[in-house]
């Protein structure tokens, strides 16, 4: 266990469910945050016309998403206080998973490696804010599945999952900030 790990914090869930936004309103309040691997790495590979996109090689896309989450988390490891990771490590077996591939061992590996608090921050489904865009190709009901896989992939991890509340961005900070303090660790999450 890393002795960072209390302090790495996850924000997860199927897209366009308002990580990203939670994640910024966070940062405005002086909170590091890091970048989502999988949008930056569409963006890239969408300038370069490459191959590690979702829609072209998927086991390619994972790959790159996990050295791009390894390295967010050694760079993680360089600051002071807490962290929110758009996303960790164990989301990348949740997507192999979702697109009925084999997950590689030393996605596992890393997943036992480059821990986190064991309380996950997982955006539910939204279909109320769920919108497309230039790198947001997945259907809503794609969307759904992804939070899904991604949910029971870090139960199984063995992480306590605290749903966020489909609420006003103020609301859903504030839950965050007193979920990190006040939660048991070893207890469910409320039903929202």
Known sequence: MSPDSDRFFI????PGAG??????ALAAQGFHRTVEAGRAIIQDQMAI?????????PALFAEAMLVFDMRSYRLAEDTLGTVFFDRGVPDLIGYLRLMGLSVPAHMLKAAATFRYNRRVFIAPFWPEIFANDRERKQSPEEARRTCESIEETYRELGFDIVELP???IEDRVRFVLTSMITRDPGKPAPAS
């Open 166 to 168: 489909k609420s006003s």
């Open 19 to 24: 990580k990203t936004t939670l994640l910024d």
């Open 49 to 57: 016309d490459g191959p590690a996109l979702p829609w072209r090689d």
């Open 11 to 14: 924000v997860t869930g199927g």
